[in-house]
Each structure stands twice: as C-alpha cells, then as structure tokens.
C-alpha cells in the first residue's frame, strides 16, 4: 500500500483513504429529504433518525449554505427519544423563503393531548438568513375512510378514522396567499390546507376500493404552469 501524488493512501483491501469527492459533511441521522430555497442559497435537509449526540439525540433541519459550505443543525426539542411524535419525509420553502414546512406525525398518539405530544400535522419553521426555529403547528385531524375502508391502528380494532401520517408537501399559489398540498401517507388521502389559517379547502381520496386501505401517498409533483 502507499500514497499516490492526489494524497489517497491505498490499503491492501482495495479501500483508499483520504479526502472524498464532494467534500460531504456530517448530518443529524436518517436525513430523508432535501429542499432548496427560492433563492437557491441555502439547502435544508430534515433528518428523521434517532439523533446524534452533537444534536441532543434529536430530530432537526440541517441548513447548508452554498456560498460557503457551512452545515448547521437545528434541533426540534419536540422530538426526543421519549416523544410520540416523529419528523417524516415532508419538506419544502415558503415561495418567498420565510418558512419552511415540515411533516410530523405520529401512529401511537395521531391528535394532540394538551401536553408533549403535539400529533399528526405540519410544523411551520421561520427561516431567516440561514437560521431556523419552531413557529407553529398545522394540525391535521383524523380522517374519515370512505366507504367500507376499516384499519386497525387506532385501538386495535376495525375503525372508520384514518391516522394521516403527512409524508409529502407541495407548496401552491403566491406568496402571502399560499395553500399546501399534504399527501397523508396512511389514511389514503391528499389535502389541500391554506397555509396561513391550516383550513382544508378540499379532500382528495386516493383509495382504489372500499376495502382495507391499500395505498400509501408518500411523494407530490405540482405543475408549472
């Protein structure tokens, strides 16, 4: 083994050491999506794992700045290893960069209780000049299967209220004037919700019988035009 003239030392197990294209850097475990801002200077990431130490072993949104290459974490205190409540794959800017949206659901307690646990919704983040902190929750409330569609994850037994684990966000409409469409991931459902008030304006029901809940929403693409 030895080092060759890019500064990689090359190990006998075929494995080379030394700096890696890309220059990554480190984040918050299980990162699971990434959204830039409408200015396309900064990157944020929302890691869903189980935290690192450096992150108080919580959930956050990791901010990177492009122009520099600095990565800073930003922690949810709303999401310790004792809370109910999970960060999920949803994410996306405010059309005029001043928010960030943020899925957070949870199976075992899907509606708020008036304590720690905040339920099933959309966390609403202030983001100014790279920094991010808590603003508000967009709560979304048990949703009602059509027809014959039962699920067990609400008390173990056959039930007509469907726990809307928001996965995808897409952000519609102007700034100031914004909706959101939030694919909920297992009661088989899309929403569209004004974001100021958290109102849903309409309901679309994804499932293709009235049998067991079969799909499962988890991404959203909105037109251009």
Do not use: C
């Not at 480190?26 to 990162?31: F, G, Q, T, Y």
């Not at 709303?78 to 800017?93: C, H, M, V």
């Not at 694919?183 to 499932?207: H, I, P, Q, W, Y």
Request: zero cysteines; a negative charge.
């Amino acid at each position: 083994w030895g080092q060759d003239a890019a500064g990689l030392v090359h190990l006998p197990s075929s494995k080379e050491l030394g700096s890696v294209p890309g220059t990554p850097q480190r984040l918050n475990s299980l990162p699971m999506s990434m959204a830039a801002s409408p200015d396309r200077r900064y990157v944020v990431t929302v890691n869903a794992g189980y935290g690192t130490f450096e992150s108080r072993y919580e959930q956050s949104l990791a901010v990177m700045d492009t122009q520099t290459g600095k990565v800073t974490d930003f922690p949810d205190t709303r999401t310790t290893i004792e809370d109910k409540q999970t960060l999920y794959s949803g994410l996306a800017f405010s059309r005029d960069g001043r928010h960030v949206y943020a899925s957070m659901a949870s199976l075992t307690v899907p509606v708020a209780d008036g304590k720690a646990n905040v339920g099933n919704g959309v966390a609403v983040y202030s983001f100014n000049e790279g920094k991010i902190a808590p603003e508000r929750l967009i709560r979304i409330g048990l949703q009602k299967l059509a027809g014959a569609r039962r699920t067990k994850l609400i008390g173990g037994g056959d039930g007509v209220m469907g726990v809307p684990f928001p996965a995808a966000i897409a952000v519609i409409g102007e700034a100031g004037a914004e909706r959101l469409l939030v694919a909920d991931n297992l009661s088989d459902d899309v929403l569209l919700m004004d974001a100021a008030t958290g109102k849903v304006e309409r309901r679309f029901d994804l499932s293709e019988s009235d049998a067991v809940p079969s799909t499962y929403p988890v991404a959203l693409a909105v037109s251009k035009d």
